[in-house]
């Protein structure tokens, strides 16, 4: 494991189940002391704008009234953290979670342990100096405040926490696996997976974000001269070519050190009815969960990645991959053999093994004229303005295969557990969700695709987004209408 070692985590997970069985003391606790350098960090980071205010204007406080009022402004907000600190107290008492907190307005939070959905641990780079780890304990409330609490605790009370909360005795089965097969992404996976993934196309983004500030130098980096003499079609299709190619190789850089960097040591595992997955090289992150809080599994594919046969899985579980920049990763690049493996090993539950419904071929004609009656507004629209607008007709090939790839990858399947939808053409999602997660079914359909005998297949499920619409278009109507009697 990331933060310690299995054989240690199994003593914990036994000592505390053997104690929850008992009555659990009453005892108020604090988050880590350290936790006051962070409020006062993120104080200052609050403040900044006042600090820049008070920097630029230091000439009219004269004599050291500047450095006075500087002092007196820092030691307030030491002063607010190191209180805020002492009234942030938590304790464990009958199956819950008790957090107080609040200097004039006190408040008093109970999260029972059978509403956390996730208990999270992450251990950043100060973390790592002070011997630290960040604790999240998610509810999966729609509310945002209420939904996280938030600790900072040494490494081993950390684990300790989690496995309080985890490890009730409801959540122990004594046919479960007390440890089973875990999996690792090696390094030429995570190279791969830099080069598949969309972290390529963010790299260009970046480049060209980097590019407007530094416009004056690209020009001498790749030796374009625009005004000493005549432009022949040769030398700028030279420089083009470099330009490209410097680009790319330049963002794909980028995308290997990011996904070296975030995904560094990834691991999933289950122990017991528990899903861990850990990763991370500077920012350490242990996600743990109740497998019967994953509402589904998705599996990602960009063109790429479908080229290939590839796909990055992810799953639905509230809590899990809701921060800034992360995403509910289950495994970043798998192809269909590794992916079997996992879900048979890992997560049993969600393979589905009934009949899958695709479209009718006459649906074809329907994802094809859309893109290429769009085209055709545009090009006519380019005309107008510029001489070489028809130029844009070149990409009518390019309209037709993307219209052709909605056709081939849109498809439904339905069982008495399992609903499944792959949808999307080149960011093509499969998604396999429990029926109990689907909060509502619909039918739909316009003029065209009744009088085709066509309709649209939708379903709300409940995920980190409050309510996440899969749907899968032009399918028989009567197909459709047989889930919706399945579904009552």
């Given amino acids: ?77 030491l002063l607010f953290s190191v209180l805020d ?75 300790e926490v989690r496995s309080l909360i985890l ?32 972290a390529v196309t963010k790299g260009i983004g970046i480049i060209f974000v980097a590019y407007t500030f530094l416009d004056d130098y690209i020009f001498n980096i790749f030796d374009i ?39 560094y040591n990834f691991r999933i595992d289950v122990e017991g009815d528990k899903l861990n997955i850990c990763y991370g090289l500077l920012n350490q992150k242990h996600y743990s969960f109740s497998r019967d809080k994953i509402k589904g599994v998705h599996g990602r594919q960009n063109a790429l990645m479908q080229l290939f046969h590839l796909k990055t899985l992810e799953i639905e579980s509230i809590g899990y991959g809701d921060e800034k920049g992360e995403s509910a990763i289950l495994f970043p690049i798998c192809n269909a053999k590794l992916e079997e493996e996992i879900m048979d090993e890992l997560l049993p539950e969600f393979v589905y093994k009934g009949k899958i419904q695709v479209l009718p071929k006459r649906a074809l004609l329907r994802f094809i004229w859309k893109k290429v009656l769009f085209l055709g507004i545009l090009v006519a629209i380019l005309m107008h303005y510029v001489s070489f607008g028809i130029a844009g007709v070149i990409l009518l090939p390019f309209a037709c295969w993307l219209g052709y790839m909605q056709f081939r990858n849109a498809a439904v399947g339905m069982d008495q557990e399992l609903l499944t939808m792959s949808y999307n053409g080149m960011y093509k999602v499969k998604t396999v969700v429990k029926r109990t997660a689907v909060q509502s079914f619909e039918k739909s359909h316009s003029y065209f695709q009744k009088r085709a005998g066509l309709a649209s297949f939708k379903v709300n499920i409940f995920s980190n987004q409050k309510y996440q619409s899969l749907k899968v278009k032009n399918l028989e109507s009567h197909v459709v209408d047989n889930y919706l009697k399945k579904a009552r």
């Fill in 85 to 159: 600190w002492r009234r942030q107290v938590f304790y464990f008492y009958k199956e819950a979670i008790y957090f107080k907190s609040g200097l004039l307005n006190v408040k008093i939070r109970e999260i029972p342990f059978q509403r956390v959905t996730t208990v999270d641990l992450t251990e950043g780079i100060l973390d790592k100096i002070f011997g630290t780890v960040k604790v999240k304990v998610d509810t999966g409330s729609l509310s945002k405040n209420e939904s996280e609490l938030s600790l900072l605790l040494d490494k081993r009370r950390a684990l």
């Fill in 225 to 263: 001269k625009l005004l000493d003499y005549e432009i022949t079609a040769k030398y700028l299709w030279e420089k083009v070519i470099w330009v490209v190619a410097g680009v790319i190789l330049i963002s794909t850089l980028l995308s290997i050190m990011k996904s070296l960097i975030q995904y």
């Fill in 167 to 198: 490890n009730r005795p409801d959540h122990i089965k004594t046919d479960s696996k007390t440890f089973g097969k875990g999996y690792n992404v090696s390094f030429t996976q995570l190279m791969l997976y830099a080069c598949t993934s969309n």
């Fill in 1 to 77: 494991m990331m933060l310690i070692e299995k054989e240690e985590q199994k003593k914990i997970d036994d000592t505390l189940v053997s104690e929850s069985k008992r009555s659990m003391p009453f005892q108020t606790e604090r988050n880590h002391s350290c936790k006051i350098l962070y409020m006062f960090l993120k104080k200052m980071m609050e403040g900044l704008v006042l600090f820049i205010i008070i920097i630029k204007n230091h000439d009219g406080f004269g004599g050291n009234l500047f450095f006075y009022v500087l002092f007196l402004i820092l030691l307030s907000m």
